[in-house]
């Protein structure tokens, strides 16, 4: 009887995996195809065809302003992309120029924390692939966690450490195991770096622990990320790095420190803090983006 029981248990447990593995099969087929309609939105939507990406992050938005001849696409309007819903991230590609480069910025971007799958976080990144598009830098807002970085400092990001306890290539490990060993690219690292002398921003430069989220670190958390290397932390930038990389992208990151890591600084941390500053930073920010677009 017990014997029959086990033997039914694992012919279910055969159909589940079974099951399971064809609507993951059918799910990938149909986030191809949302892929190339989004990419063909785009297409139809400019003539440009730019080889440089940048998502914007919290400080970073500003920069939108400054493009000329901007056509803007709302995620919306991209067949399978999610929308953003956290106050100060539009959720659209703006393409056009800028320091005379043709350039597409994602303006806007999609959190693991605000539930988001990993697949829904990264398809940005994978349409700005499809699109053609080379290179990327990716920027965040985080919170500083090495003592030489002040709130308002720009940090140039040289690796991460992935504390958010998953992978946004998690199923897809058929397509290959990704490298991750020069994830951030020295030439795009030495433009940040050009590009803020030019400005006259004294670049530091870092690794940054991607977190989860939505709730900060404790205190005892920080001292623990200090101890694996981290100089700051930031809830974003990891998943599309990951992605870019399998995609075939050079990637480049940049932080703005927009607080002081928690247990670091005077107060709480609030995301209120966080967007202050990140407006405070913005102009110099636009500056900092405007000029890499010119070397990059
Ligand atoms: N922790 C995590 N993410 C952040 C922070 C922080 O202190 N500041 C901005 N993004």
């Not at 001292?223 to 981290?230: E, H, I, Q, S, T």
């Not at 600084?265 to 500056?287: F, T, Y």
Request: with cysteine; charged share 20%.
């Amino acid at each position: 009887m017990i014997d029959r029981w086990l033997r039914r248990k694992s012919v279910a447990t055969i159909i589940a995996s079974w099951l399971e593995i064809r609507l993951a099969k059918r799910h990938t087929g149909r986030v191809q195809s949302d892929l190339q309609n989004a990419a063909k939105v785009l297409c139809v939507s400019t003539p440009l065809r730019p080889r440089l990406g940048i998502v914007l992050g919290s400080a970073f938005g500003q920069v939108t302003d400054e493009v000329a001849d901007a056509t803007e696409v709302g995620f919306a309007d991209l067949p399978g992309c999610a929308v953003p819903g956290v106050d100060g991230h539009a959720g659209q590609f703006v393409i056009g120029r800028l320091g005379g480069a043709d350039v597409l910025l994602q303006a806007g971007r999609l959190h693991y924390y605000e539930g988001h799958s990993m697949d829904q976080v990264t398809f940005p990144v994978r349409v700005m692939a499809a699109f053609g598009v080379e290179q990327v830098l990716l920027t965040n807002a985080a919170g500083g966690i090495a003592p030489d970085l002040a709130v308002g400092d720009f940090m140039r990001i040289t690796d991460h450490i992935n504390l958010m306890g998953v992978n946004p290539l998690r199923s897809q490990a058929a397509a290959g195991f990704v490298d991750m060993s020069a994830t951030y690219s020295k030439s795009l690292g030495q433009a940040l770096g050009q590009a803020a002398a030019d400005c006259g921003i004294a670049l530091k430069s870092g690794v940054f622990a991607a977190v989860s989220g939505p709730s900060y670190e404790t205190p005892a958390e920080i001292r623990a990320f200090a101890k694996l290397g981290a100089d700051a932390v930031a809830m974003s930038t990891m998943p599309e790095a990951i992605v870019a990389r399998q995609c075939g992208m050079e990637v480049g990151g940049l932080s703005c420190i927009t607080n002081a890591a928690a247990g670091l600084g005077k107060s709480e941390i609030s995301h209120e803090e966080v967007l202050d500053q990140s407006r405070q930073s913005g102009k110099l920010a636009a500056r900092l983006l405007t000029r890499f677009c010119e070397l990059a």
